[in-house]
């Protein structure tokens, strides 16, 4: 059978030029996180058996992070190994993705970005392989993985390599979050430059300007990229939420109440990305002493429907706070029930997050709704095991600032002092941390004790 490397560096078992063309495209939407249903769609028309489509809908489905899309990442993934060993075993590129989308599919995670970046090692660039690896690590909070996994890879690219712009926004949005802000911010503008749609190196650089407190410049850069946003999926409404944090630390609420419905949740959606986005800053709304009226109560259908579903404990921990925003308690008790067993199943990465981090910080937020107290807690090391939750540094402040009201309003003045530090380390002082260390209460924020711990 013919053997084809697409323009992005990845080889197929087929000598089909449409559907080829069709997985590049595909893979274009990838790194420039758009939506790429349709191209998959189109490709396997195409090329019933083109591999790498199979498995890469199947990875795509499995980092969707929802129940019932791991049944559907398990059908592809069957029908990617089946599409393998029809074209006789395939290419090094299609045999790891099939890998991948095994792993996914089960919920092992780091095993499937260990394999593709054993892959890459042997095939740098082939680009979606190192975006899949990156994409994984992300998830998984592994800061230090995702920059190896790049800088390993991109000593072998360059300029014209297709993909490479979008690789360096990878490596930028490394940088940032092992809080390397100027050599983030130079990689990531460069990683614009040569890719004008690459908003994950866009986002990058709005990290940057976040933690470092360049306000106004946040809201230029990413005001200047406004072209851009209603090509993405819903990484528009990430962009959007970037967006608001600026605006909130600019004391402009009701500018952030206007980007929210517009630009953050202008819809109802069950994508845990949307949710995750729309709960941390409801939250910080709230906090700031902002009526945000019955926004929380647009989110309560979809709390309530993913109380039992524990795919990803990142999102599985925005539930519970939708959930106790809304009254919601016997739901919200289900869901770090269901937390807590997970943490005892063998559901791949997640199960082991769930044990260490999620249940003990699901508890803490829980028992601390009620006016309960979580008999010892150790604040600090739960702020220290808060990167393996997944996501950016950026999100989990959402965690860190719980962390660091219950350490206030216990008196725990060691952990206080040492996860203030630790915010330090990533930002530079903000309103809120400002507020908390002057008053060392939560009447600072102007509400209850109650409606300051979780924006109600």
């Not at 400002?434 to 409606?451: C, I, N, P």
Request: hydrophobic share 45%; net charge negative; aromatic share 8%.
């Amino acid at each position: 059978m013919a053997i084809t490397v697409d323009r992005f560096g990845h080889t197929h078992t087929t000598g089909s030029r449409p559907a080829i063309a069709a997985f590049e495209a595909a893979t274009l939407a990838v790194g420039a996180h758009r939506s790429i249903g349709d191209n998959l769609t189109r490709a396997l028309e195409l090329e019933p058996d083109l591999v790498s489509a199979w498995a890469l809908r199947s990875v795509g489905c499995a980092m969707l992070a929802r129940r019932e899309m791991m049944a559907a990442a398990s059908r592809d993934a069957e029908a990617a190994a089946a599409a393998l060993s029809r074209v006789g075993g395939g290419t090094s590129s299609e045999r790891v993705l099939v890998a991948a989308s095994r792993f996914t599919s089960c919920g092992r995670w780091n095993d499937a970005a260990t394999a593709l970046e054993a892959h890459l090692d042997h095939q740098p660039r082939d680009f979606l392989a190192l975006k899949m690896a990156h994409g994984l690590r992300f998830m998984l909070g592994h800061q230090s993985a995702m920059l190896r996994t790049t800088s390993r890879a991109l000593g072998k690219w360059g300029d014209g390599v297709p993909g490479y712009g979008f690789a360096l926004g990878c490596h930028a949005f490394g940088l940032e979050e092992i809080g390397e802000y100027a050599d983030a911010e130079a990689i990531g503008r460069s990683a614009v430059a040569l890719e004008p749609s690459d908003v994950w190196g866009l986002h990058a650089v709005s990290h940057v300007m976040e933690m470092s407190g360049r306000l106004a410049e946040g809201v230029a850069w990413l005001d200047k990229s406004r072209p851009l946003w209603p090509a993405c999926n819903n990484f528009r409404y990430h962009l959007g939420w970037h967006l608001a944090l600026f605006k909130l630390e600019l004391d402009d609420c009701q500018s952030v109440l206007d980007v929210y419905d517009r630009e953050v949740m202008p819809a109802a959606s069950d994508d845990f990305r949307d949710m995750a986005n729309a709960v941390s800053l409801l939250w910080r709304l709230r906090q700031a002493g902002t009526d945000v009226g019955d926004r929380w109560e647009r989110l309560r259908e979809v709390a309530i429907h993913r109380q039992r579903d524990v795919t990803y404990v990142f999102a599985s921990l925005h539930y519970l706070l939708a959930l106790l925003a809304n009254g919601e308690h016997a739901a919200a008790a289900e869901l770090v029930g269901e937390m807590a067993r997970t943490g005892e199943s063998d559901f791949g990465d997640q199960s082991t997050i769930a044990h260490d981090t999620g249940i003990t910080l699901a508890r803490v937020m829980l028992s601390n709704w009620g006016r309960t107290t979580a008999a010892g807690t150790d604040l600090l090391q739960l702020a220290r095991r808060l990167p393996t939750l997944g996501g950016s540094n950026a999100q989990r402040d959402l965690f860190m600032r719980i962390l660091l009201v219950l350490a206030s309003e216990g008196n725990d003045q060691a952990a206080l002092a040492a996860i203030t530090k630790m915010r330090r380390e990533l930002r530079r002082d903000d309103q809120f941390a400002q507020r908390l260390v002057k008053a060392r209460s939560l009447t600072a924020f102007g509400k209850s004790e109650l409606d300051s711990r979780f924006g109600t």
